[in-house]
């Protein structure tokens, strides 16, 4: 089986616009978290979705937004970027009740 | 929501066992002990689990205190491929949903 692929790997924005990532979770997963990971804060849980559902949140700004898909794919999106959301993205796809399995991330990047 | 307690760092010798050690008081019964491992440049990766027996996978060990208060990964024989940021977490497995606690994990480097 594929793991879990995100895309892009790497994306560069400036102050105040938006940004979609996006991750395909690995086939039959149904639920799929996302994560930001910087070197201050660590590795901190952003939301999880399940059967295209949000069904548990952390704690940041409604800025930060996301969405799955009927076929468990998902988005998460960042509208008015701050320089503070440089970070790694990680995705992570599980069939629960088992474990994650997280993808490589995506490296963001705002100037 | 639980949190664990690590080290920042360990260091060991390359072929030599290492034991990292996790406090995890506040676990409550239904909590699942997790290792993840970092690499560098790479997405966390599932190293082993437990409830409260030890287990033993063909990637390292998992020693649980009797009280499950405390939790050692083990590695047998340590490599330089095992140069990572090691992450404790605990997981309600009973709720079939998990909002996991990352702590900043203990970083081991691997001496040859």
């Known amino acids: 089986k594929a793991g879990v692929t995100q895309t892009p790997r790497y994306l560069i924005k400036t102050r105040g616009q938006q940004v979609t990532l996006s991750c395909s979770p690995i086939s039959g997963h149904r639920s799929v978290s996302w994560y930001q990971q910087t070197p201050g804060q660590g590795l901190q849980f952003l939301f999880e979705y399940f059967s295209e559902t949000q069904r548990n949140k952390g704690n940041f700004p409604g800025r930060f937004s996301g969405r799955q898909f009927s076929n468990s794919r998902s988005e998460m999106n960042v509208s008015t970027l701050e320089l503070g959301d440089s970070a790694l993205y990680l995705c992570a796809s599980k069939d629960p009740p088992y474990e994650q399995y997280f993808g490589p991330g995506t490296r963001l990047t705002v100037t | 929501d639980a949190k664990t307690t690590q080290p920042n760092s360990m260091e060991s010798n390359e072929e030599e066992p290492v034991h990292l050690p996790c406090n995890h008081s506040?676990?409550?019964?239904?909590?699942?002990i997790h290792w993840y491992r970092q690499l560098p440049s790479q997405g966390p990766e599932y190293v082993i689990h437990?409830?409260?027996s030890n287990v033993n996978n063909r990637m390292a060990s998992l020693a649980i205190a009797e009280d499950r208060k405390s939790s050692t990964l083990i590695l047998h024989r340590a490599t330089l491929r095992d140069a990572a940021v090691y992450y404790c977490i605990l997981r309600d497995a009973e709720t079939s949903y998990d909002k996991v606690i990352f702590g900043p994990g203990t970083s081991l480097s691997v001496i040859p």
């Open positions: 506040t676990i409550s019964g239904t909590d699942y």
């Open positions: 437990g409830l409260t």
